[in-house]
C-alpha cells in the first residue's frame, strides 16, 4: 500500500482531542494507512506519538485519563506568582504508558515535531527535530520541549540549548513533511484560520480537516481539560473527520453549501448527544444520593 501521504497535528492543548476524533474516523474509513509521515506541533507532538503507535484504542484511552492535573501535574506553585515551575511527570508518564516510544524508535515513517529555540534576546527561533529513530530519552526531551507552554513551564534544555513550545514558532508543521518530500498532506488543525498556512505550499494537495465549530480561547478551550470538553472535541473531530474524508472519497469537497448543511447537522446531533449525557449523569448523580440516605436509614 502507497503511505504517500503526509500527515500534519497542529497544537492547541486540551483542544488536541479533536484530532483523536478525526483519528477515529480515519481508521474507521482506513485513511490511517495512508499515512507515510507526520509532523506534530505542541500537543500535536503527543498525539504523533500516538498515532505512531498504531494503536487508536491506546490512544484513546490515553485522552480520557488526561486531565489539568495530569498535564500540569500538582504544583500549583504559579499561583503564587513563580513562573514555569509545572511539574512534567505525569506527562511523562502518560506519554509512557500509552506513547509507546520504542514503536517511534523504530518507525519506518518520519515523525518529526516543531520546536523553539529560546535566543538570548528572549525571542524564538524555530526548528524541526525527528523523533523517529531517536532514543527514548531524546524523544522524552523533544516532546516535553514542543509542549512547554510558556509562562506555565520552564524551557527545557536539548542538545545545549533551552527550548520552548514548538506552536510559538510553527503550529502547523507542513514545512518538514513537505522539504521531506511529500506532496500530498492531511492536516488536522485545531483552529479554521491554519488553513491560511496552505498557501505556502500551491503544489501540494491538501485534505484538511478544521473544527466546524469553535473550540474556545486560551481559558476556555487551550487549557480546558474537563471530561466533558474533552469528550465534546473527540466527537466534533470524528463527525468532521467523517464528512470531509468521505466528501473527498465523492468528489464532494469542494461543495461548500452541502458541507456547511452537513456540518450544522453534525453538530446538532452533538449537542443532543452531550444533552443526554449531561442528564443521565444528572440522573446517576441523584440516584445514588437516594440510595446513600436510605441505607444510612436501613431503608
Known amino acids: 500500500m502507497n503511505q504517500d501521504w503526509g500527515l500534519v497535528l497542529s497544537g492547541g492543548g486540551a483542544k488536541g482531542a479533536y484530532q483523536m476524533g478525526v483519528w477515529k474516523a480515519m481508521k474507521e474509513l482506513q485513511i490511517e494507512n495512508w499515512i507515510g509521515g507526520?509532523?506534530?506541533?505542541?500537543?500535536g507532538a503527543l498525539n504523533s506519538v500516538l498515532f505512531a503507535s498504531n494503536n487508536y484504542e491506546k490512544g484513546n484511552e490515553a485522552w480520557d485519563e488526561v486531565?489539568?492535573?495530569?498535564?500540569?501535574?500538582?504544583e500549583w506553585a504559579l499561583?503564587?506568582?513563580?513562573i514555569g515551575t509545572f511539574?512534567?511527570?505525569?506527562?511523562?508518564?502518560?506519554?509512557?504508558k500509552y506513547g509507546e516510544l520504542s514503536k517511534v524508535t523504530q518507525s519506518h515513517r518520519p515523525i518529526y515535531c516543531s520546536?523553539?529555540?529560546?535566543?538570548?534576546?528572549?525571542?524564538?527561533?524555530?526548528?524541526y527535530q525527528r523523533m523517529?529513530?531517536?532514543t527514548q530519552y531524546v524523544i522524552e526531551q523533544l516532546l516535553m520541549a514542543s509542549s512547554a507552554l510558556p509562562i506555565l513551564h520552564e524551557p527545557v534544555e536539548f542538545?545545549?540549548?533551552?527550548?520552548?513550545?514548538?506552536?510559538?514558532?510553527d503550529n502547523c508543521p507542513i514545512r518538514p513533511l513537505y522539504d521531506h518530500g511529500f506532496r500530498k498532506i492531511i492536516i488536522i488543525g485545531l483552529k479554521a484560520d491554519m488553513k491560511r498556512f496552505e498557501a505556502e505550499f500551491p503544489d501540494v494537495e491538501f485534505i484538511s480537516v478544521y473544527p466546524s465549530h469553535d473550540l474556545g480561547d486560551l481559558v476556555h478551550g487551550t487549557l480546558n481539560f474537563k471530561?466533558?470538553?474533552?469528550?465534546?472535541?473527540?466527537?466534533?473531530?470524528?463527525?468532521?473527520?467523517?464528512r470531509i474524508f468521505r466528501a473527498y472519497q465523492n468528489g464532494d469537497l469542494n461543495n461548500a453549501v452541502k458541507m456547511q448543511e452537513l456540518a450544522q447537522l453534525d453538530y446538532q446531533e452533538i449537542a443532543v448527544e452531550m444533552k443526554q449525557t449531561e442528564l443521565q449523569d444528572r440522573v446517576d448523580d441523584h440516584m445514588g444520593k437516594l440510595h446513600s440516605i436510605m441505607d444510612k436509614y436501613g431503608i
Open 67 to 74: 486531565n489539568l492535573l495530569s498535564v500540569f501535574d500538582t
Open 227 to 242: 471530561p466533558r470538553f474533552i469528550q465534546f472535541c473527540k466527537k466534533l473531530g470524528y463527525k468532521d473527520g467523517l
Open 79 to 82: 499561583l503564587d506568582g513563580k
Open 159 to 169: 542538545q545545549g540549548n533551552l527550548y520552548q513550545d514548538g506552536g510559538l514558532t
Open 115 to 127: 520546536i523553539s529555540k529560546v535566543l538570548p534576546d528572549g525571542s524564538y527561533q524555530g526548528e
Open 38 to 43: 507526520i509532523a506534530g506541533a505542541s500537543i
Open 87 to 96: 511539574s512534567r511527570d505525569e506527562m511523562l508518564a502518560l506519554a509512557h
Open 132 to 134: 523517529d529513530g531517536k
